[in-house]
């Protein structure tokens, strides 16, 4: 097995970009001044986060993958575990989707 050296170089240097933008991110932060404004953004980023990546493929996915998101909501209003809401909503989308064909 033989490894190409272009290609181990470009592994290598996203592997380096990835950690430069995540360490700087990290030390940009502990220079800022603390303020409670600070402290609720860094709060609450992971949800907004979250929010923001799972809203366009909800949206775009159709009916199974719309129920499937309720399954979740369902779950996580019922105080589920997460493993278990999460297990519902993908369950709900693999029965839906053998279920109704063509989505």
Known sequence: MSVDSLAL????????????VRASGFFLVQRLPRSRFLDAFLHHLPGAMFVALVT?????????TWAGALAVVCCATLRAPLLVSLL?????????RQLLVGY
């Open 9 to 20: 170089m470009a592994i290598l240097g996203m592997g380096l970009a990835t950690y430069v």
């Open 56 to 64: 366009p493929p909800v949206l775009n996915g159709g009916p199974p």
């Open 88 to 96: 519902a909503g993908a369950a709900t989308v693999a029965l839906l």
